[in-house]
């Protein structure tokens, strides 16, 4: 595992002062969490971020004095988070099993288990029948880890290797989006999360029998003993006085409770020494993480050259609608260039590929996830290059339409031999900010689940702990847009003749 070069350097800091930390009564106390993962944290109705970790993170606040500030993160990103100070704690069912020795942890608070949720009308009853399905996960989360970390049992490997395929997506929303339309069959998830999902949505089964089971805690930055014993200490008091199952009655997970005293002195056992200083990342951990990001980018390049085949003419097409003289398809075609500026890209991909069952009743499928990525970035990027081509058109002077008419050129000979070339030499500056933009809007591919390079980067940046593969993504980034402004020069310059 490529070890924590963030971690590293803020351990070392806090061991060269000679003077402990000490957290005021005052402090401000920042929790991150998924704000897509009830009932533990998530946005209700009236828009505020609530549940059962968020209510435990405010009574503590308020025995300490505290101010709390419940800050939503990327689940990807949350160790980046956490070993940079931007988060005191990750307090959002945080599975401790399998993550002992990456922070300091709380006693564990509440016991879990990763379960299967499926249809009603699926046909699927136990694990066993998902051979042959497509099951999805969050990214990085604890049925993930259940199903293909290294502590996985033997049994769930070889359940997770009969699957046709294991889907991972950012969010739970987007998981059950999947299992509404068709695209997958099934989703592994916490318990507490699936009951709740269960009730809150019609037609839904959570199989009777657990992939795994685990323990949540509070994870802290290793070493950072002295603000989870303060934190522990007040779950205690909350636990003596009632005020903890309180709580947990009010979210319906009393049931699941395991906050016990006696737990505290393992815990604090374990954690006494902050991570000591590495060397940071070896020419191994280099080529492991390439060799990762390359499998990526050969599915960031064909998104690429695939939308340019398919958008480049498209646009042209669209660009004639929109000089139409046929008042009807000519505002037909501007509502499709506003409606394709005016929304966000992701938002186009999520309807491409959910609207067909959303709208017309038709499931979806896996092999229906790259054809949708398609589809939504050669339409969205047509209706830019549309636009494009008019203003390229419509800045060749009059005077050449009129020349090649006296010289008696047909309307197509006019557009194919004079407007054309002059055309392309004017909008190749323009065109080549879009292509520079589609190389990097590739990675919006993930919203429906696809996994492109930037993806990818962000999953190992998760698994190992480290920021690098987002650097090592971001100079693929860099170097792909050098050669695409280098070729779009290069033709610049070989149409110069027309000046």
Do not use: H
Not at 237 to 247: K, P, Y
Not at 370 to 375: E, G, L, P, Q, T
Not at 396 to 402: A, H, I, L, R, W
Not at 455 to 478: D, H
């Amino acid at each position: 595992m490529i070890k924590r070069m963030l971690a590293a350097l803020a351990a070392s800091a806090v061991m060269m002062s000679a003077v402990p930390v000490v957290y005021a009564e005052d402090m401000t106390f920042t929790v991150g969490f998924d704000a897509e993962f009830p009932p533990y944290g998530y946005k209700d109705d009236s828009g505020e971020y609530v549940g059962f970790d968020l209510d435990l993170a405010e009574e503590v606040c308020k025995r300490r004095g505290w101010e709390l500030v419940k800050q939503p993160i990327d689940w990807n990103s949350k160790d980046l988070e956490l070993e940079t100070g931007a988060i005191d704690c990750i307090w959002n069912g945080f599975t401790i099993d399998g993550r002992e020795d990456e922070y300091t942890w709380s006693v564990p608070y509440v016991d879990n288990s990763q379960v299967v949720v499926v249809k009603d009308s699926s046909g699927i009853s136990s694990p066993a029948d998902l051979a042959g399905k497509v099951v999805c996960v969050q990214a990085d989360s604890s049925a993930l880890e259940a199903l293909t970390g290294d502590d996985a049992t033997d049994e769930n490997k070889a359940l997770c290797a009969s699957f046709a395929e294991l889907s991972q997506v950012g969010d739970y929303n987007s998981a059950f989006l999947n299992l509404d339309s068709g695209a997958v069959d099934a989703v592994c998830l916490d318990v507490g999360v699936a009951n709740y999902e269960v009730k809150s949505r019609k037609g839904y089964t959570v199989l009777p029998d657990p992939i795994s089971s685990e323990k949540y805690g509070v994870g802290f930055l290793k070493g950072n003993t002295e603000l989870r014993d303060k934190v522990q200490e007040s779950l205690f008091e909350m636990l003596d006085d009632g005020t903890f199952m309180e709580i947990a009655d009010k979210w319906e997970l009393s049931s699941s409770v395991c906050l016990e005293k006696n737990a505290a002195v393992a815990a604090s056992d374990t954690d006494d020494e902050l991570p000591s200083d590495d060397d940071g990342p070896t020419a191994d951990d280099l080529i492991y993480i390439c060799r990762e990001l390359l499998e990526g980018l050969v599915s960031s390049v064909g998104i690429f050259f695939l939308t340019l085949l398919f958008a480049l003419p498209l646009g042209l097409l669209v660009a004639f609608g929109r000089m139409s003289q046929n008042v009807v398809l000519r505002n037909i075609v501007r509502l499709y260039i506003s409606i394709f500026r005016g929304t966000p890209l992701m938002l186009q991909l999520l309807v491409v590929f959910f609207g067909p069952y959303y709208v017309f009743g038709i499931s979806t499928s896996t092999s229906y996830r790259f054809m949708a990525v398609i589809i939504g970035f050669t339409l969205n990027y047509a209706a830019y290059f549309a636009e494009i081509y008019r203003s390229g058109i419509q800045s060749v002077n009059k005077g050449q339409y009129e020349a090649a008419q006296i010289l008696g050129y047909t309307p197509q000979q006019r557009f194919i031999r004079i407007v054309f070339p002059q055309m392309v030499k004017n909008i190749i500056p323009s065109i080549t900010n879009e292509v520079i933009t589609l190389v990097k809007d590739t990675s919006l591919a993930f919203a429906i689940s696809y996994a492109e390079m930037f993806t990818i980067a962000k999953q190992v940046a998760a698994a190992e702990t480290t920021i690098l593969p987002l650097f090592v993504a971001g100079l693929f980034y860099y170097i792909g847009n050098a050669v695409v402004a280098a070729v779009m020069a290069y033709i610049e310059k070989k149409m110069s003749y027309f000046r």
